[in-house]
């Protein structure tokens, strides 16, 4: 079965920066669009940016200019470079999966934790 396993999440003071990383397996890795949603206590899951097959990238208003989404398909991994971190963005990162060939389906990781706090 598809699994997608997140790291990189932690504490991290305003201002600072984290990486966050995906690695995916049993998924044909460079056929499918992958993306990055956030989930902070009583608040919607967002979009937080997706980059597919062909490495066109998009993103929220809320992170744009200091996140950058790169996918590296030789390692079956996507990543969430998140820059000048602010405490808004404290939330649990989930990595996404949508097939773009098969059945099209969807997958989820479970998600890792990231807290901006001085």
């Known amino acids: 079965q598809v699994q997608l396993v997140e790291s990189g999440g932690g504490l991290v003071q305003p201002g600072g920066s984290l990486r966050l990383s995906c690695a995916a397996s049993k998924i044909i890795f460079s056929a499918a669009t992958m993306g990055w949603y956030r989930q902070a206590p009583g608040s919607q899951r967002e979009l937080i940016a997706t980059i597919t097959s062909g490495h066109s990238t998009n993103y929220a208003d809320s992170v744009k200019g200091r996140f950058t989404i790169s996918r590296d398909n030789a390692k079956n991994t996507v990543y969430l470079q998140m820059n000048s971190l602010k405490p808004e963005d404290t939330a649990v990162y989930y990595c996404?999966?949508?097939?773009?060939?098969?059945?099209?389906?969807?997958?989820w990781g479970q998600g890792t934790q990231v807290t901006v706090s001085s």
């Open positions: 996404n999966a949508k097939e773009h060939y098969g059945a099209f389906r969807t997958y």
